[in-house]
């Protein structure tokens, strides 16, 4: 989830995260062209989905739209994202039952609707990237304009992402003010395709590290992959044991910060998760602004 005031680039980072995504698989091409066959969504031109799926649903959507459904039920935004990203913009503006829809799939990676004919099961393996702004006006905690609304509204705005939905989010990160220094440098910053050729060596650890289970990545790990897969040096367990007092985490947050570590040391070209990898982890934890 990406927080901050109207126009710093959060939904320019959301679309530009598909260019930094590594290729799909043959198996990963047929479920995603699978998908698009069934919901008649299938260019005639295009016999194979061959680029990662990049969905972006108006905050209106109703429940059948995002998760599949109808009279004879059909894939919905989620299962459309399937191998691919589900971008949530004006993440609050959604309805909360919405949201909270989401919650099963983002674990079980699947969603099952069911009907009195009978029940259907689709894959919903999708990254799920929201953007927000931190209260109604935009501008809650920014040092430049001065925001309008009250402290119960800004609470209120916030509280429309349920602590359980928070709870699953890997990365919460705060996308700041852009200066006018920064925008009319000449410097360019590191292009799409050096970030994906790391991450594509990364991916390629990961597949040779699950090469005997079905697992494809590390954000697929159960807790006993984690264990056996998520080494730490003692250091970084020492870390991770004063987080979880101070910070108060939950089972979830322990097991996805350790999945989340693993994958900052593989692009790290690291064998262990070590205390840095771990406290770039810890420092990604959702958290309340107010």
């Known amino acids: 989830i990406m927080m901050g005031p109207p126009g710093s680039g ?25 998908i698009y066959s069934v ?11 061959t680029q990662r799926p990049f969905r972006s649903p108006h905050y209106t959507i ?26 949530l913009d004006e993440l609050p503006e959604f309805g909360h039952a919405v949201l909270e829809l989401l919650r099963q799939p983002l674990e079980d990676k699947v969603i099952t609707i069911s ?13 799920l990237v929201g953007a927000m702004n931190p209260c109604p006006c935009g501008f809650y ?6 925001c309008t609304c009250s402290h119960g509204l800004v609470l209120r705005y916030q509280q429309r992402i349920s602590g359980p939905f928070i709870d699953r989010v890997d990365i919460f990160i705060e996308v700041p003010h852009i200066d006018y220094e920064k925008l009319t440098d000449d410097r360019l910053g590191e292009g799409s395709s050096r970030i994906q050729t790391r991450v594509k060596a990364a ?21 006993a992959e984690v264990r056996d897969f998520c080494q730490t040096e003692e250091q970084a367990q020492s870390l ?3 987080a979880m007092k ?45």
């Open 62 to 87: 109703s429940n059948a739209g995002l998760v599949g459904g109808g009279r004879f039920p059909k894939p919905g935004e989620i299962s459309l994202s399937h191998r691919g990203v589900l971008f």
């Open 246 to 290: 101070q910070l108060h985490l939950s089972a979830r947050a322990f097991h996805r910060i350790l999945k989340l570590g693993r994958t900052i040391a593989d692009l790290d070209n690291g064998d262990m998760i070590r205390a840095h990898h771990l406290a770039e982890a810890i420092q990604y934890r959702p958290r309340r602004m107010v």
């Open 115 to 127: 009907r009195a004919q009978g029940s259907l099961t689709f894959p919903a393996n999708f990254m």
């Open 203 to 223: 991916r390629l650890k990961q597949q040779k590290r699950f090469s005997d289970t079905r697992l494809t990545c590390n954000a697929e790990m159960t807790p």
């Open 10 to 34: 959060k939904t320019l980072l959301a679309r530009s995260l598909p260019s930094i995504l590594p290729p799909m698989t043959n198996e990963e091409t047929l479920d995603v062209t699978k």
């Open 39 to 49: 919901s008649g969504l299938l260019p005639q031109d295009t016999p194979l989905m």
């Open 141 to 146: 905690g920014d040092p430049f304009t001065a």
């Open 240 to 242: 991770l044991k004063a």
